[in-house]
């Protein structure tokens, strides 16, 4: 059964990515749903059509997805120039369906304080359970929140040592259901890995999650990667899906955060700003 | 509709159902439970949600004292529900106000009871009242609460109402409890009145009845009405927004019963402080109450409970030579005794992302070190006590040491001493922590011997009971309040927070003498004359923080944060 379709301008307004070109060539067509609507996905020239009740939607092929908008002009999708910088490896590591709000999940995404928590031995590990002094900016110019200077403690950093160290973290939100995470690359320090998730909200609780990268890496397989991700989020999933309430609050007062969430507030502050009301509990609802 | 009713009390759960170090899922009227109970027999009855990011604490792990949550590992002590540590911060005392929301219950008859709005006490049905009841296997059922009661109270002929949710059956020796889970959920909770001879006959027979009422309320059409909506509590205003470090802090806002009074060691009395009414606030290792005494004085003492414990429990060394404090707590105060304090407040926080930690007491600055050491125990960080005194009866809370990782120094010289202190600080390495309480040349000491060890000054934490240095107050100088925008004149003889304070401007403050750190301030102009013992050289020289109740000015006016 399906919801009310969403009438939130602020989401309808937006491009939403509904598949990867990944499974759309293994697939050659894919059924889904996207803000309460069923569409479908076919193969066309120009890489793809999104079709609603056989009518034909807003279809635009950009970083390796499909993507849909019901808007009546939604702006041009955000910058991520990593993909087309050509030593980089463009790598599709899944999707996961998740009964959680977008917002949850992006928030879960910006987060380390769960690092050795939630991702033992991976990308964190007891005692060393800091969240250092970051900084986060909302940036007017590209209407997107930017944090820098995040480091944690990684056990294995880097693929040649054994040793646990600081890992340095970059994270963007440029879009309400999108972020990209630069990481020091553990192949060449010099360089950073870009990590995406591109949330597709299917409704207001419950999603799918595109998740890839583009990173300098020529010795890892496709498939060791891919397990890695998995591995990630297969962790994530079942504290996203334990999350109450399902949707984001944005009133202040909903939850506690603590200076480790300076990202998470920002962003709440930002989708409030926006006058987002669906897939959230407003402030003052 | 009396059933849904929320002062009603309700079974949620089978005593069986909190097995050693399990948490529970427990629902009533639309309200989800986190249900645990502490090693020492506890039960505690929590929303089932973390205050951080709503995460259920059902999922959470019970380590037998606190409940942590699974996402970020906060730490809730038992009974309170206060947060007593944020690992994303460890170098911070978390607020002592984030505090989980609890209900009330009662364990009897086998099973737990609760209530989500009571507005009297528990009072175990009469029917119950003297049975060893064999509590039966919850059946639930899809139906409106109401709906369920009603066919219940048709299952056999001698049925009989108690109170607004369960049904009796004198014959059979049965109680039926109706636990309304929500407006259109409840579960069938059956209670046999004596333990049967054939118990697994018995267990299989009730059974089979309980689901075949189960299976006619079902079947009987009602259309089940929709759920109950229930929203959260929003969290404290003044922990909605950043930063949180606690600046107020009400100075005695506490009512104890000194519960028991006895010799800790020789020259030490050790008190247990129990709540006059209701639950202590949770505390955390390290933390100190200001104690309120008969004789007008005010004075800091650490807790030494390990975590999840009820009672505050102190120790008091007697001081003839001191200023009256610990005379009139040796002599005065009985056992039954009221005593007002403060709520706990951490200046001497133990960080718990360590690899290891060193806790050095000499003498009762074992206080802060007892709580330190039960805390990392019990969460499993490797650590060493090394117990500094004259003799094994000087050695206070000797009885909780028992099952540590202590070692005992006794009798030793200032010579003997320090030639132990540089045995135990050799050996640094990252991820090291030494944290010191006790005389003020054993601190000294300590320190110096930890900075030539190689030990970093962020490494090494400690607390002075007393400031040993002698205070100039002979300067004069302007302070200027930034954010009160306020200028005032501190003439010699008087200190910064004696004219904050007579100015109306509410600085806590605790022991007065520059050791325990409660009136710190910001600087933002002007060069600090430092005479506290709290701050770390390192952060002296950053001249960003004044402890107010001592330190001066060097340059002619302060500019303060406040």
């Given at each position: 059964m399906m919801a009310q379709p969403c009438t939130d301008t602020v989401m309808l307004e937006h491009w939403h990515p509904v598949v990867s070109l990944d499974e759309l060539r293994g697939a050659g067509r894919c059924r889904t749903v996207l803000l309460d609507r069923p569409v479908e996905i076919v193969r066309a020239a120009g890489g793809a059509r999104v079709l609603c009740d056989s009518a034909p939607v807003q279809t635009l092929v950009q970083y390796g997805y499909v993507w849909a908008s019901f808007g009546t002009a939604p702006a041009p999708l955000f910058p991520f120039p990593e993909f087309d910088e050509a030593d980089r490896r463009f790598v599709v590591t899944g999707v996961f369906g998740v009964q959680v709000s977008a917002g949850r999940a992006i928030e879960n995404f910006l987060d380390m304080g769960h690092f050795p928590y939630v991702h033992t031995g991976i990308l964190g590990e007891e005692p060393h359970t800091e969240v250092k002094e970051y900084d986060v900016e909302i940036s007017q110019s590209r209407d997107e929140i930017l944090a820098t200077r995040c480091r944690f403690y990684q056990p294995k950093a880097a693929v040649s040592s054994d040793e646990g160290a600081d890992v340095e973290y970059i994270y963007r939100v440029?879009?309400?259901n999108c972020s990209v995470l630069y990481k020091s690359s553990p192949v060449d320090e010099t360089r950073l890995d870009a990590i995406y998730i591109f949330v597709q909200p299917m409704g207001q609780e419950k999603i799918r999650a595109h998740t890839g990268m583009c990173i300098i890496d020529d010795a890892s397989t496709d498939l060791d990667i891919r397990s890695f991700q998995q591995t990630i989020f297969g962790q994530d999933k079942p504290i996203l899906e334990n999350q109450y309430p399902r949707r984001l609050p944005l009133d202040p007062r909903a939850e506690t955060p603590i200076r480790a969430d300076k990202s998470a507030i920002a962003y709440r502050r930002w989708l409030a700003a926006k006058g987002l009301g669906w897939g959230v509990i407003p402030a003052g609802a | 509709m009396e059933m849904l009713d929320l002062a009603g009390w309700h079974p949620?759960?089978?005593?069986?159902?909190?097995?050693?170090r399990h948490v529970f899922h427990g629902q009533l009227l639309g309200r989800e439970f986190a249900v645990w109970r502490a090693d020492d027999g506890f039960v505690n009855v929590w929303e089932n949600r973390c205050l951080h990011r709503g995460v259920r604490l059902s999922l959470g792990l019970n380590d037998g004292r606190e409940l942590r949550c699974l996402y970020h590992g906060w730490r809730y002590s038992s009974r309170s529900a206060g947060c007593t540590y944020i690992p994303a911060h460890p170098a911070d005392a978390p607020a002592r106000t984030i505090c989980n929301r609890t209900y009330d219950a009662v364990e009897a008859a086998g099973m737990v009871w609760s209530s989500v709005a009571p507005e009297a006490e528990f009072a175990l049905p009469e029917v119950l009242a003297g049975a060893d009841p064999l509590v039966l296997r919850p059946v639930p059922v899809n139906a409106a609460p109401g709906v369920a009661l009603a066919l219940a109270e048709g299952l056999l002929p001698d049925a009989r109402a108690i109170g607004a949710a369960s049904v009796s059956f004198a014959e059979a020796g049965l109680v039926v409890f109706v636990q309304p889970l929500d407006a259109h959920r409840c579960v069938l909770r059956g209670v046999l009145l004596a333990q049967p001879d054939d118990r697994m006959a018995a267990l299989r027979y009730h059974d089979g009845v309980l689901c075949g009422l189960r299976d006619r309320i079902e079947a009987s059409g009602e259309v089940a009405p929709p759920p109950l909506e229930v929203g959260f509590q929003p969290v404290d205003a003044a922990l909605a927004e950043m930063p949180a470090r606690a600046r107020s802090g009400p100075k005695a806002e506490l009512r104890v019963q000194v519960a028991r009074k006895w010799?800790?060691?020789?020259?030490v009395a050790g008190f247990q402080l129990r709540a006059v009414r209701g639950v202590l606030p949770a505390f955390q290792p390290g933390a100190h109450i200001d104690v309120h005494l008969p004789n007008g004085m005010s004075r800091q003492y650490s807790i030494t409970n390990a975590p999840g414990e009820s009672d505050y429990t102190i120790g008091v060394k007697r001081d003839a030579a001191g200023r009256g404090g610990s005379v009139c707590l040796h002599g005065d105060v009985r056992e039954g005794d009221v005593l007002a304090i403060s709520a706990p407040r951490n200046n001497f926080p133990l960080r718990r992302d360590s690899e290891k930690v060193l806790l050095i007491a000499g003498g009762i600055g074992i206080t802060p070190m007892l709580a330190m050491a039960q805390a990392l125990q019990v969460q499993g960080i490797p650590y060493a006590l090394h117990v500094f005194a004259r003799s094994e009866a000087h050695v206070p809370f000797a009885d909780r040491l028992?099952?540590?990782?202590v070692t005992r120094h006794l009798g030793l010289d200032a010579a003997g001493t320090g030639a132990v202190l540089g045995d135990i600080l050799s050996g640094y390495a990252f991820s090291h922590h030494v944290y010191v309480c006790g005389p003020a040349p054993m601190l000294t000491a300590t320190r110096e011997i930890a900075a030539g060890a190689g030990w970093p000054e962020e490494a090494v934490h400690f607390e002075y009971f007393a400031n040993p240095e002698v205070i100039d107050d002979s300067t004069s100088f302007e302070i200027a309040l930034a954010r009160s925008a306020m200028t005032l004149q501190v003439p010699a003889g008087r200190s910064i927070l004696e004219v904050l304070q007579e100015n109306g401007v509410d600085v806590p403050s605790s022991c007065e003498q520059g050791a325990c750190g409660t009136c710190v301030c910001g600087v933002l102009e002007g060069e600090p004359e430092h005479q506290d013992v709290y701050l770390s050289a390192a952060e002296r020289a950053a001249n960003d923080q004044i402890m107010t109740c001592v330190s001066r000015a060097r340059s002619a006016r302060l500019v303060l944060d406040i």
């Open positions: 440029p879009h309400p | 949620i759960a089978a005593s069986s159902d909190l097995p050693t010799d800790a060691a020789q020259d028992a099952g540590l990782a």
